[in-house]
């Protein structure tokens, strides 16, 4: 893990010093779908690893979707890239709604998306709250994100926030990650945001300056299970 976290502090996640926006480096693309058995699906994804060596990607891996599900199954593989342009070059690599029967037999593909960073984010997934939010600055919403990140983790909690917005995604928008390595991490920072954490009156004031609905809201386990050699 700590390898991945160097490769992507290093390149994918390297924040830009352009005084006009302070956007990332990278992409990723996610792949959603309804999975007729999640566990045999992910542990054919591990097995059969042809595919994501085809579309290059450099970190692969799953979200399996806990509460605030549409449907059974709920789950979508996600990739990491280098740039939007190698996240672009996937679509033309490679057809999920053409795959293997091996694939078939587990998994029913819905939709995909790109998705570029707003803000530095490190790759280390665990348990993650996801919240589809519509913004009416998503950079500025992203720049109050990364003060809370800080104030979060100043206050001694190891929570990671990101913030994505969606490329090619149909009817997507922009999507805010909040991850811990447990739930109950997780959990204890909403008990002292309720507790009245200073902290708080930051996301809340970021919530009602530049969130103008708040579209979906999920938990999900998300790990990797692919990394390129």
């Not at 805010?176 to 991490?185: F, G, K, P, Y």
């Amino acid at each position: 893990m700590k390898i991945i976290k160097s490769l992507y502090l290093s390149s994918i996640f390297f924040i830009s010093t352009s005084l006009f926006a302070i956007v990332p480096e990278g992409a990723f693309t996610t792949l959603h779908v309804k999975a007729n058995n999640i566990d045999a699906y992910v542990n054919y994804m591990k097995d059969n690893t042809e595919a994501f060596k085809m579309i290059g990607s450099d970190v692969a891996g799953v979200c399996i979707v806990k509460t605030g599900n549409e449907y059974p199954g709920e789950m979508f593989v996600w990739n990491a890239f280098p740039s939007v342009e190698k996240a672009f070059q996937t679509s033309e690599l490679y057809d999920p709604m053409n795959a293997s029967e091996g694939f078939n037999k587990l998994r029913m593909p819905l939709y995909s998306v790109t998705w570029k960073p707003l803000k530095e984010f490190e790759l280390n997934p665990g348990y993650e709250r996801l919240w589809r939010i519509k913004t009416t600055d998503s950079r500025a919403f992203a720049k109050e994100m990364t003060r809370l990140e800080k104030e979060v983790q100043n206050a001694g909690h190891d929570m990671r926030f990101g913030v994505f917005e969606p490329m090619g995604g149909g009817t997507e928008v922009v999507h805010l990650r909040v991850v811990t390595n447990t739930a109950a991490e997780s959990g204890k920072v909403v008990d002292e945001y309720y507790a009245g954490a200073s902290y708080g009156k930051i996301w809340d004031n970021a919530f009602k300056k530049y969130v103008s609905e708040v579209v979906r809201e999920t938990t999900e386990f998300c790990k990797i299970i692919y990394t390129k050699s």
